[in-house]
């Protein structure tokens, strides 16, 4: 019984850390995993209060008081494999939730328009810090009108791909 209490509090251990950490990994110099500790050393946003909404415009649930960091300030630390600023246009990135669901961004996107300005990871919401929480590190895109589209709870990685 000792060895699967054992398991079980490894397990348990494990997820949480899954839950606390995105990998960055694709067409870049080197694949970096960014932790929920991580994200604190970048500038904190806030976003008051935001209405998930799904494809339909059917309200689902509101978010409220969240605190986070840019994505667009997360991605700037990494290398695109580019060999010049003019290709960086074909760039993309695949966020991927840790049960599949996916959502993509282009890097024009993020970093050439003001959903990027907005686009954040979210670390924190009513004062509780989203760290081992069911729904972990969280990404959301305030702009967008139907915003259950990209939001994507526990997030756990991003690859970044070009365009043929």
């Known amino acids: 019984m000792k060895y699967f209490a054992t398991i079980f509090v490894f397990l348990t251990v494990f997820l949480q850390a899954q839950k606390s950490s995105v990998r960055i990994k694709g067409a870049i110099s080197n694949p970096v ?21 799904n494809h339909k415009m059917e309200f689902k649930k509101n978010l409220k008081n969240l605190k986070g960091v840019l994505l667009k300030d997360v991605l700037s630390q990494v290398t695109f494999n580019s060999p010049s600023p003019k290709e960086l246009s074909t760039f993309y990135m695949v966020c991927t939730a840790d049960d599949g669901y996916k959502v993509v961004y282009s890097w024009n996107e993020v970093f050439n328009t003001e959903a ?27 702009e967008d009108r139907a915003t259950g589209r990209r ?4 997030i756990s990685e991003i690859t970044i791909k070009k365009v043929d």
Do not use: A, C, F
Not at 38 to 52: A, G
Not at 123 to 142: A, M, Q, R
């Open 116 to 142: 990027g300005d907005r686009t954040m990871l979210v670390t924190g919401e009513n004062g509780i810090p989203t760290s081992g929480t069911k729904d972990g590190i969280i990404l959301i895109t305030p």
């Open 151 to 154: 939001y994507v709870k526990n």
């Open 33 to 53: 995993t960014v932790t929920y500790e991580d994200l604190k050393k970048y500038t904190e946003h806030e976003v008051k209060s935001i209405d998930i909404l």
